[in-house]
């Protein structure tokens, strides 16, 4: 699936619109009457947001039907397999960790942990991401390592930190069930159980976790009166001076790309250089995939290492530009190369009233 091809398309040129400025005397105060009109009609007549040059924005829009891949077309008895399969602690080694250990649907298809723990309860290097709207973003992983859902769906079982088992081994304790094989084969018409169709039926059910349709998706659909002034004030500034499009804009908000936000305490005990320990690129040196901000405010903590807890935090955290380390004088020859500080990241000066309307604005999605 190119999910580019799923997601809005890209902007067109938009006609002149009003602008909006703060209220006369309030000067973190946006003339909630100016706004509203503004942002009134269909999403596609909003005036183009504020990003950097170069980059490619999509407009924000409410999430379409997700499409399946040709050659894995979703069946209600695939997803209700796919689901079996999630919940169920046999595909891991102990017997004790299922999918849904690390992704649980009462918290947001996430954990809540700063990091994950697997087998013997060995503690993993990242947070785990809500895969809510997995059908919408691609690569997958915080490094991009999966391309498919159908390959991200048996790499969590081969992991030694995460299942600690084997895919083979995974699909030999299923062929020993009755149940599975009746259920496999009433799916796939094959006489025998493979690691190809578990992962398919693991990803046909992740592919249906689409979100329910948010306050924002209201908003989006024509109810003008679904999102509140403060929450108005949030999105103009997403759209606008806090630079948020820069990575978050189409349906899903999320480019699908890599940014290094200089997490990666390169050189540390806590290094992880992201993209790079996949490519062996030193331009991905540091950089990690963009996460979808679609129920973004269910899913603390943030960031690929979890270490920020709260999602206000976050946001001081981009205001003030990101975090910036300084590379060693003198680093070991043998050392990885240290990751570009990322041009989108730069202070942005908002206030601290603007950071609580975005936040007001993040908590509609």
Not at 75 to 94: C, H, N, Y
Not at 114 to 142: E, K
Request: charged share 20%.
């Amino acid at each position: 699936m190119l999910v580019s091809a799923v997601l809005a398309s890209a902007a067109q040129p938009r006609p002149s619109q009003p602008v909006c400025a703060p209220a006369p005397g309030k000067a973190e105060r946006w003339d909630g009457a100016c706004l509203r009109a503004l942002y009134s009609s269909p999403s596609t007549r909003w005036p183009a947001p504020e990003v950097e040059p170069g980059v490619a924005w999509k407009e924000l829009a409410p999430l379409p039907s997700p499409v399946d891949p040709p050659d894995n077309p979703s069946t209600p008895a695939k997803v209700a397999l796919g689901r079996r399969l999630f919940f169920d602690p046999i595909l891991s080694k102990s017997r004790q960790l299922a999918c849904a250990s690390c992704h649980d649907p009462d918290l947001g298809w996430a954990d809540g942990r700063r990091v994950s723990f697997g087998h013997d309860r060995q503690p993993g290097r990242r947070n785990a991401p809500s895969i809510a709207t997995s059908a919408y973003v691609a690569p997958l992983f915080w490094d991009g390592r999966a391309t498919t859902l159908e390959q991200q769906a048996l790499h969590p079982i081969a992991d030694p930190i995460e299942m600690g088992f084997t895919t083979q081994g995974a699909v030999r304790r299923l062929r020993r069930d009755a149940s599975y094989r009746h259920a496999f084969n009433a799916v796939f018409a094959q006489p025998r159980i493979d690691a190809a169709q578990l992962g398919q039926a693991i990803a046909a059910f992740e592919r249906s976790l689409s979100p329910r349709s948010s306050r924002f998706d209201r908003f989006l659909r024509g109810n003008a009166r679904a999102l509140d002034d403060a929450q108005l004030r949030g999105l103009h500034l997403f759209r606008t001076q806090a630079g948020c499009m820069n990575c978050h804009s189409g349906a899903a908000l999320t480019d699908n790309g890599f940014h290094n936000l200089g997490l990666h305490f390169h050189g540390r005990a806590r290094q992880d250089l992201g993209r790079y320990e996949f490519t062996g690129d030193p331009a991905d040196s540091g950089r990690f995939r963009t996460p979808s901000l679609r129920g973004v405010a269910a899913t603390a903590p943030y960031m690929h290492n979890g270490m920020i807890p709260t999602l206000s935090g976050v946001l001081v955290f981009y205001n003030v530009g990101g975090a910036r380390p300084r590379a060693p004088a003198s680093p070991p020859a043998d050392a990885a190369p240290f990751p570009a500080p990322d041009p989108l990241l730069r202070p942005r000066g908002l206030s601290r009233q603007d950071l609580q309307d975005i936040e007001a604005f993040l908590q509609t999605l």
